[in-house]
């Protein structure tokens, strides 16, 4: 029974996360002025990716193994979310600092399948990745961690609900920053900067093609919904209804609207430099401290 | 064979070693043997003693008089683990020795093989007396001139001297501040045991307590290598002795440093009563661990020298465990039982550090003997040719970014996670919690660049002259022994955290002794380390592996679902070139942005020097970089 939850977890995001890239693309052809493709758009792309040629320039186990070790990391860390309000089977077993380690060690998996290629273009890319989840990380976890020191337990969901047991100074600056970096958690314009496809090519991915960036493809798309699901539990946690189904629903609905807005922006906004992009991260980290150090004085 | 027999029986193979040097002369290869074979008899018999202490739970007290001077012993739980750890680093130190002074000129390894012995006696030294007098002047002086000689001859003198007499000067000035602060103890007389110091500094004012804590904090502080100072000789030594010395360094000296905090903090402090201020010094100690670990870990990501990027990140994970032990003493100071944890989570990281360090420089030295150069710039894709080692520097790589399921995890969550909880009310707390956190993501750059530029991306074939391949099977053996404890401490921490707790019910006087080893199993503000049998957390990290491994079955069977192909292919650069020697991603220009945003952190000097290329002939120069 409370291993289904687990399954849940997976299945709801597994379904939902390519149709959210066909929203996204899709909000992002109106804005400039095209029809855009279908919604299901994106589950024909992977469908047809599984099934072409895997090509390998590498020769290494590594090259190899990155795509499955980005995209069961990124799934391990779905698994032990508190989807609609119902804490995960796996809470026991796990809690925050799991949960930020399994992010970091997605990223780590899709710059070393990078670095394995050889290709320098992908290197460029990989180098991009690190200091952009370098930069970021911080943010999101001073964002739990808002939730930890107001709950003192790292248990996940606790924390979320920590997030916005408050709605005191320290709510709104870290919803404000956390908003900004979500822009860049979800890699899209302004700062989709490691993968930048007009300049260097779609950097770390470069090399991929076939089954292999499927699974890269499928990664990014959890992860752009994780993020979102993210915020949407933690400072929108007070919409929820109590009633399990209707909880995910509500929660639907609020990713949606989520997604829509990072289209827009993203359509709307041109590329920064990496160095322009680092002081402006610089700046979350900074904020994102202070809203912690508010929280933690009880404001 | 009782505890103290085993002592004399370690310190006598030692000798032995010694001697059979002398008397060996020039037959190097039988220098060698008789070196490996009696010093790995004296760490056996090391181990052994640790085991009897931590097994009856007796510890271990003698005098000893020499020449009418008093030396006070005493081997306890604390010293008994850290001697264990000993024991296993030397071993494989040793073991590796013997493999990789085959190729190095007679005169060296002669003289390696009269100074090795006498540096594993100064640890044991260091590790049991119980004075700051005259015992521990003789271990400090034994330890100190021994590994100053072994620095000396890790390089050709030209590179070697500088760092070694830096090295050197640094010891000897720790040595003065430890051995003169007892002095500020009112009545104190050279070679008072520890608890009779602490005795007696509870008489001597709190000023005087103050003056004598933050002298021996200095001292051994310049030990462990505490901002600013560890970054004065850390980098230039553990760069310079070569490979299975540097392992040694980092992987024990560094924690004889951190035995001397806590044996200070934890220990003596409690003697002196009301002149301690457990706040004060709780802070001071958060303050310059947390300095600590974040500019040791960014200066190691400057670093192109693979050697110096593994010692200036020594300096950081070191940071951890300072950080760890005030933020242990400010929680015991307000009453929470989270003391234990993270004081656990600091001798745990020690531990595990000890280990995966060790592990971190043997592949380095393995990676030195195979292709003579240090330069991550020059190296890549070897993981073809040298697979084994390869594959043990990415365990310890993984295992020291703290990913999920391995050694680095467990530590670190004790350490960080404590920070949060025990923080829910103290700023500072929580503030270095996050720098900590933040900082977990430096260690992982680091070694993504240290493996991947290395062991992945493609150029040593095309930049190196000599024909790699992988190194002989004695080089091997010593890295999978320690890779193989790496795996225990990352898959049994239940085991490693009961091995902790009954050496601290071993100690006596520990200051935290009411929220020792009992209260670990208890259940303080939602956070229970044991659960029963089911462990929780950073302690169940079969359950996350287990997680992650069923997914990626799921992944494969998902790219295997429609039945692709593989095909190999070029790597492809846009059809105007293929991959050569001119465009491969070198070392340089990695994280190069993030690189100019943390200039200010210092050690930005990136120069690569390789024993056969010397001072001044160098012209390698830095060409621009690719961001």
Redo the contacts between chains.
């Keep these: 029974m409370k291993v289904t939850a687990v399954v849940i977890n997976l299945l709801y995001f597994l379904a939902l996360a390519p149709f959210l890239e066909g929203v996204m693309r899709r909000v992002t052809a109106r804005i400039q002025s095209r029809q855009g493709p279908p919604l299901y758009q994106p589950y024909l792309d992977l469908?047809k990716l599984?099934?072409?040629?895997?090509?390998?320039?590498?020769?290494?186990?590594?090259?190899r193994l990155a795509?499955?070790?980005a995209?069961?990391?990124i799934?391990?860390a779905i698994?032990l979310l508190p989807l609609a309000g119902q804490s995960s089977f796996?809470a026991?077993?796990?809690?925050l600092?799991?949960l930020?380690?399994?992010l970091?060690?997605s990223g780590?998996s899709i710059?070393?399948g990078a670095?394995?290629?050889?290709?320098?273009?992908?290197?460029?890319g990989?180098?991009?990745e690190?200091?952009t989840?370098?930069?970021l990380?911080?943010v999101l976890?001073?964002t739990l961690?808002l939730g930890?020191?107001r709950a003192?337990?790292?248990?996940l969901l606790?924390a979320t609900g920590g997030v916005s047991s408050v709605r005191g100074l320290s709510y709104f600056l870290m919803m404000a920053v956390y908003l900004v970096a979500l822009q860049a958690f979800v890699s899209r314009q302004p700062f989709d900067i490691p993968e930048a496809e007009v300049e260097i090519?779609e950097g770390p991915y470069?090399?991929y093609s076939?089954?292999?960036y499927?699974?890269f493809r499928y990664t990014l798309n959890l992860k752009r919904m994780f993020y979102s699901w993210l915020f949407v539990a933690g400072f929108l946690g007070f919409f929820l209804p109590g009633n399990p189904v209707l909880n995910l629903a509500v929660q639907t609905v609020l990713i949606l609207v989520l997604f829509v807005l990072i289209s827009v922006v993203g359509a709307t906004h041109p590329r920064f430099r990496?160095?322009q992009a680092?002081?402006f991260y610089?700046a979350l980290?900074l904020l994102s401290?202070v809203a912690?150090?508010l929280g933690?004085?009880g404001w | 064979m009782t505890g103290t027999e085993a002592l004399w029986l370690s310190l006598l193979s030692l000798l032995l070693s010694f001697l059979a040097t002398i008397f060996l002369g020039k037959r190097v290869h039988l220098v060698r043997l008789a070196g490996t074979i009696l010093i790995s008899l004296g760490c056996f018999f090391l181990a052994w003693q640790g085991v009897m202490i931590l097994g009856t739970g007796q510890p271990l007290e003698l005098e000893l008089k020499l020449a009418g001077i008093h030396i006070p012993v005493l081997i306890d739980g604390l010293s008994a683990l850290f001697l264990l750890l000993l024991s296993v680093l030397a071993l494989g130190s040793t073991l590796f020795a013997y493999g990789y002074y085959e190729t190095i000129e007679t005169k060296i390894v002669q003289k390696v093989y009269l100074a090795l012995p006498v540096f594993i006696a100064g640890l044991v030294g260091l590790l049991t007396v119980d004075d700051l007098g005259p015992g521990f002047t003789l271990a400090w002086q034994l330890m100190a001139v021994s590994s100053y000689l072994l620095v000396r001859w890790g390089r050709p003198l030209k590179l070697s001297s500088r760092p070694a007499l830096v090295y050197l000067a640094f010891m000897e000035s720790a040595w003065v501040l430890i051995t003169g602060a007892a002095f500020l103890a009112k009545g104190y007389h050279f070679g008072d045991s520890l608890a009779v110091i602490g005795e007696k500094l509870s008489g001597s004012g709190s000023v005087a307590t103050a003056i004598f804590l933050a002298g021996l904090l200095l001292g051994f502080g310049l030990k462990t290598g505490i901002f600013p100072l560890g970054q004065l000789w850390i980098p230039g030594a553990y760069s310079t002795a070569s490979p299975p010395v540097s392992a040694l360094l980092a992987g024990i000296l560094e924690k004889t440093g951190v035995f001397g905090l806590i044996r200070i903090f934890f220990f003596v402090a409690r003697g002196a009563g009301t002149g301690f201020d457990p706040d004060l010094w709780g802070q001071v100690l958060v303050v310059v661990g947390t300095l600590t670990l974040f500019i040791g870990t960014v200066q190691a990501i400057k670093q192109s020298d693979y050697l110096r990027l593994l010692a200036y990140s020594s300096i950081g994970q070191v940071g951890y465990i300072v950080l760890a032990l005030g933020s242990s003493l400010l929680a015991w100071h307000s009453g929470s039982p989270l003391a234990g944890i993270i004081f656990a989570g600091a001798v745990y990281h020690s531990l595990n550090h000890g280990i995966f360090k060790s592990l971190l420089f043997l592949t380095g030295g393995s990676l030195l003997h195979a292709t003579g150069t240090r330069d991550l710039n020059r190296l890549g894709g070897l993981l073809a040719v040298m697979p084994v080692t390869g594959v043990l520097a990415a365990l310890a790589s993984y295992s020291i970014s703290g990913m999920p399921a391995s050694s680095g995890f467990v530590s670190k969550w004790l350490m960080i996670a404590g920070n949060f909880l025990a923080g829910k009310d103290s700023l500072l707390l929580t503030m270095a919690g996050i720098v900590a956190l933040f900082t977990a993501a430096f260690t992982l750059a680091c070694y993504v660049k240290f493996f991947g530029l290395a062991f992945t991306s493609a150029g040593a074939s095309w930049k190196l002259k000599r024909e790699i391949r992988e190194v002989p099977g004695s080089l091997l053996v010593p890295e999978i022994f320690l890779a193989v404890i790496c795996l225990s401490q990352a898959f049994l921490p239940a085991v490693y955290i009961r091995l902790i707790g009954r050496s601290l019910a071993t100690t006596e006087g520990f200051l935290l002794a009411g929220v020792g080893p009992e209260s670990l199993r208890a259940n303080p503000v939602g956070l229970r380390i044991f659960e029963g049998q089911a462990l929780l957390a950073a302690v169940a990290p079969l359950a996350m592996l287990v997680l992650l491994l069923v997914l990626a079955f799921l992944a494969r069977w998902l790219r295997q679902s429609a039945g692709a192909q593989e095909v190999r292919v070029p790597a492809w650069l846009c059809g105007y070139q293929d991959l050569n020697k001119n465009n491969v991603y070198a070392d340089r220009n990695m994280f190069s942005d993030l690189k100019k945003f943390f200039r200010w952190t210092g050690a930005n000097n990136n120069l690569v020097i390789d024993d056969e290329e010397l001072p001044g002939s160098v012209s390698r120069e830095e060409k621009g970089v690719i961001s």
């Excluded at chain 1, 599984?50 to 090259?63: D, I, M, Q, S, T």
């Excluded at chain 1, 003192?152 to 248990?155: F, H, K, Q, R, T």
């Design positions: 469908l599984l099934g072409k040629e895997n090509l390998n320039a590498a020769g290494h186990p590594v090259f795509p499955l070790l995209f069961a990391s799934l391990s698994a796996l026991h077993s796990s809690d600092m799991t930020i380690y399994f970091t060690l780590f710059l070393i670095l394995a290629s050889g290709n320098p273009f992908a290197g460029v990989a180098s991009r690190m200091m989840i370098i930069m990380e911080p976890a001073m961690i930890v020191v003192g337990s790292l248990n606790t090519l470069i090399e076939g089954p292999n499927a699974l990496m160095d680092l002081r610089a980290v401290l912690v150090g933690v004085q």
